[in-house]
Each structure stands twice: as structure tokens, then as C-alpha cells.
């Protein structure tokens, strides 16, 4: 199980940090990634860590967000800095046992989103 937290209200150029928590031990072996989906557009990739470490990232996040995990407690993080208008989205977190699920959207397990909010 999967949960999400984090969110809320942030201005833009603010930075905000989202959790997922997992309830497994396994989830160490998991690849975690992070989708966003904002209010009338399609969910979208926003970055994916593997069980190694290595990350990877949509373009549009690039420089300005940073995905990593905690494997002692379960948790992968996406700090979010420089936010702008456009990354108002609820965010959730994902975790596949494959690599690479996350270009299709198709993974595992999925988390509760959490809002995040960009306002002046």
C-alpha cells in the first residue's frame, strides 16, 4: 500500500516536498515513480527512481525537481523546488517491480494523490 503526502499550497518559485510511504518491506525492490495529473489534462510522467538509485525525469521538471528514497523507512521523496502555475496537479506515487513500467503508466501499485496547489 501506498501513500502519498505532502501537498498543498505553495507559490511559484517556492519549493514543496511530496512523500510516498509504503507499508511493505519489499518496497526497497520496487521502482517508485511519481505522476501528476492537473485538472482537465491527461496523467502525466513526472520522475521514477530505480531500486539502484539511478532516476530519471519528464523535461518539463528537469533541474527543478529531485526524486530519491529512503529505503530504511520506506519512503521515496520528490522534492519540488522552483515551482511554477503549471505544476498545479495532484500528485501520485507509483511502484513497479520493472523498470520502465512507468513510460506506459501501467504500474502495480498505486498511491491516494495528493493536491499541490501553485498560487500567488
Known amino acids: 500500500q501506498l501513500q502519498a503526502s505532502g501537498g498543498g499550497l505553495v507559490q511559484p518559485g517556492g519549493s514543496l516536498r511530496l512523500s510516498c510511504a509504503a507499508s511493505a518491506r519489499s518496497f526497497s525492490t520496487y521502482n517508485v515513480a511519481w505522476f501528476r495529473q492537473a485538472p482537465g489534462k491527461e496523467r502525466e510522467f513526472v520522475a521514477a527512481i530505480g531500486r539502484a538509485g539511478y532516476t530519471t525525469y519528464a523535461d518539463f521538471v528537469k533541474g527543478r525537481f529531485t526524486i530519491s528514497r529512503e529505503n530504511a523507512k520506506n519512503t521515496v521523496n520528490l522534492q519540488m523546488n522552483s515551482v511554477q502555475f503549471e505544476d498545479t496537479a495532484v500528485y501520485y506515487c507509483?511502484?513497479?517491480?520493472?523498470?520502465?513500467?512507468?513510460?506506459?503508466?501501467?504500474?502495480?501499485?498505486w498511491g491516494k494523490g495528493t493536491l499541490v496547489t501553485v498560487s500567488s
Open positions: 507509483a511502484a513497479d517491480s520493472v523498470w520502465g513500467t512507468w513510460s506506459s503508466g501501467d504500474m502495480e501499485y
